[in-house]
Nanobody, 114 residues
């Protein structure tokens, strides 16, 4: 069983920064993709960014040049550095791991005030 535990959400003013962390534990297949998704009420969950176990990254257009995803394979941890935050970045952010199965964290709230 794999568990994902997120941390780092909170309230920040527009233009500010936050760093999210997600630690994975359990029987983790070495070849995997870790990523962050976000969801607001009434909308579908959307991909924010992802990174493969070999370091290839993928970003939603709306966060390119503002967010940076990285991972520490030794710690099975993925990070999301969010800079120049906008009000529209407000959402619950979910950690995701895709390996032989797909796993989700419980989510962490990010609120950006104007």
């Amino acid at each position: 069983q794999v568990q994902l535990v997120e941390s780092g959400g909170g309230l920040v003013q527009a233009g500010g920064s936050l760093r999210l962390s997600c630690a994975a534990s359990g029987n983790i297949f070495s070849i995997n993709v870790m990523g962050w998704y976000r969801q607001t009420p009434g909308k579908q969950r959307e991909l924010v960014a992802s990174v493969t176990s070999t370091g290839s990254t993928n970003y939603a257009e709306s966060v390119k040049a503002r967010f940076t995803i990285s991972r520490d394979n030794a710690k099975n941890t993925v990070y999301l550095q969010m800079n120049s935050l906008k009000v529209e970045d407000t959402a619950v952010y979910y950690c995701n791991l895709k390996a032989e199965f797909e796993y989700w964290g419980r989510g962490t709230q990010v609120t950006v005030s104007s």
